[in-house]
């Protein structure tokens, strides 16, 4: 069990926030932003997972009307490790692994895919996440091609991969386009060199220029990632770093993503340790996520992503409609299934979630001895029906009137569930038309609230507990018995480590 600590932030353990018009930040009922906008589709562990029911769930998961396929291949390597990152846990900075590892996840996502019930279905997009997935180097060609040639990849499906400006060689920016990727991504963060050297970032952004350089017009979606609420960041910094990639010709999508500490123990351990600047007031951070949505809107963008927004002139129309716009890379609704490989990764089936162990060496080892590595107290195997209710803040699709009669009229949703999206409308959070349901500017600001509030009880539940789970980590480290390593932030195994009273280097 992981050790319960009390934190001090307002929103662990809250339920569903009351109206309060006049008390909360826009009017709304808030008066804070959401403290995490990352793990939304968890549910609490389940200690009596068994891999037979994780297998049964997957090779069960119906392949129903509306079923849509999505891959996520997560590649472990990093150079740096980079204060702020949601995804440094279990990291691995031995990236000389590469050939072993591409080999390795390239036969996880088939092995997966052909246990379910979507095999052969038409893939909608491919994404290659980090970590780094630049640090497999010249493997990446392997890659791109086992992944292209899995049943059901054409020439519509979308495939994205990320790298890391100060890491990236030519040569891999060279495969990408020779293998005809449609999105390239990469993280900014802020332009600020002082916030930057908070984060652990290099300073100097000459890595940003020489790369945009080799990719102009070789890619036809360039986006760069950015992150509001880091500290020592105000209004006038974020307004800035966002201008600034806006003018620039060679960018034409951008993620603007809200920090979230809970899951950056590391960044939580320098702030309780004054270390680090504050993060802005809750007021200001609210300000900078409304200027970055409204600005991106005012400037014909569109959005296309959960925090993403597309400058659509000069696209060709046709790689616009591949965008699948899942830089969460969670599952939209129910009957979407995402195939995820790789250490960390996290599937998403009907009646399915299956999480792979963090730790790398473990992954391997598993792969190799012919078993997938699942981390089982995290895999649960009920059905969430409700998923498209709370996901629509998250995709830019909205939530279609077809899908949401459909699902009242199954009883996918609670009455509570009904009144907390009422309550939402009113306010202003949410619009709906006869189209559906889809967000207001005001809506996307405290997107994560609405998240959080739209699910039942179970699903609040572990939002809140791995936002506790980050603040235990974060004073630990600042007590310095968990050693602040990228493998800090692997909670399978540092937080059992520490339940037991064991010191660990993380
Ligand atoms: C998976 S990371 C990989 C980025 C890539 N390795 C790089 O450094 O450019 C993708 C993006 O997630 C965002 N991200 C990471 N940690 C985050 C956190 N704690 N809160 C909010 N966004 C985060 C960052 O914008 C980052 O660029
Ligand atoms: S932000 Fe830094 S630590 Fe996180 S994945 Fe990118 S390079 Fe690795």
Same mark, same amino acid.
């Given at each position: 069990?992981?050790? #319960? ?47 037979? #029911? ?5 090779? #069960? ?11 996520? $291949? ?61 640090? $497999? ?6 890659? +791109? ?42 993280? $900014? ?81 320098? +702030? ?109 195997? +009920? ?14 699709e909205g939530l279609s009137q077809a899908r949401f009669d459909r699902m009242r009229t199954s009883n996918a949703i609670t009455g509570t569930q009904l009144e907390t999206l009422a309550g939402l409308e009113r306010e202003g959070l949410v619009v709906h038309s006869s ?6 500017? +005001? ?19 572990? $939002? ?27 909670r399978q195994v540092t937080l059992s480590l520490l339940n037991a009273g064991r010191p660990t280097d993380g």
């Amino acid at each position: 069990m992981v050790r #319960r600590a009390r934190v001090s932030d307002p929103s662990v353990g809250a339920s569903v926030a009351a109206p309060q018009p006049d008390g909360g930040l826009f009017h709304t009922r808030y008066a804070s932003l959401a403290r995490n906008t990352i793990d939304y589709w968890m549910l609490p562990d389940d200690p009596e997972m068994t891999e037979r #029911r994780v297998w049964s769930a997957i090779e #069960r998961a119906p392949r129903l009307a509306d079923a849509s396929l999505q891959v996520y $291949v997560h590649v472990p390597f990093c150079a740096q490790r980079c204060r702020f990152c949601a995804f440094s846990g279990g990291n691995t900075l031995d990236f000389k692994q590469a050939e072993r590892y591409t080999r390795l996840v390239a036969l996880q996502v088939r092995d997966l895919l052909e246990r379910t019930q979507m095999k052969g279905h038409p893939i909608r997009s491919i994404n290659i996440g980090g970590g780094s997935p630049d640090l $497999v180097g010249s493997h990446i060609d392997y890659l +791109l091609r086992a992944l292209r040639d899995l049943p059901g990849c054409t020439d519509d499906t979308e495939v994205a991969v990320e790298f890391t400006l100060s890491t990236v060689s030519r040569a891999f920016i060279d495969a990408l386009a020779r293998y005809h990727v449609t999105k390239a991504s990469f993280g $900014v963060q802020t332009l600020d060199t002082k916030v930057r050297g908070y984060m652990r970032q290099p300073r100097s952004l000459r890595h940003l220029e020489r790369v945009l350089d080799w990719i102009d017009g070789r890619v036809p979606v360039v986006n760069a990632d950015l992150i509001t609420g880091l500290p020592g960041q105000n209004l006038r910094t974020a307004q800035r770093d966002l201008q600034e990639l806006m003018d620039d010709p060679r960018i034409n999508c951008i993620s603007s993503y809200l920090l979230t500490p809970a899951a950056a123990p590391s960044l939580l351990a320098g +702030l309780a340790t004054g270390d680090l600047p504050p993060t802005a007031s809750a007021p200001e951070q609210a300000l900078m996520r409304l200027h970055t949505y409204g600005t991106l809107q005012r400037s014909g963008w569109i959005r296309r992503g959960t925090n993403t927004y597309v400058r659509t002139d000069g696209l060709d129309p046709r790689i616009l409609a591949r965008l699948a716009g899942n830089e969460c890379i969670g599952a939209s609704h129910y009957e979407a299934f995402l195939i995820a490989a790789g250490p960390q990764a996290i599937s998403y089936l009907p009646g399915a979630r299956v999480e792979n162990a963090v730790n790398i060496d473990r992954w391997l080892t598993a792969m190799e001895a012919g078993e997938h590595p699942f981390h089982l107290p995290k895999c649960s195997d +009920l059905a969430q029906r409700d998923t498209a209710l709370w996901a629509f803040p998250l995709r830019w699709e909205g939530l279609s009137q077809a899908r949401f009669d459909r699902m009242r009229t199954s009883n996918a949703i609670t009455g509570t569930q009904l009144e907390t999206l009422a309550g939402l409308e009113r306010e202003g959070l949410v619009v709906h038309s006869s189209k559906g349901y889809e967000l207001s500017l +005001l809506g996307e600001v405290f997107m994560g609230h609405l998240v959080h509030d739209l699910k039942q009880d179970a699903g609040r539940q572990a $939002v809140d507990d791995y936002v506790e789970e980050g603040h235990v980590l974060g004073k630990a480290i600042s007590a310095g018995s968990v050693v602040d390593s990228n493998r800090a932030n692997d909670r399978q195994v540092t937080l059992s480590l520490l339940n037991a009273g064991r010191p660990t280097d993380g």
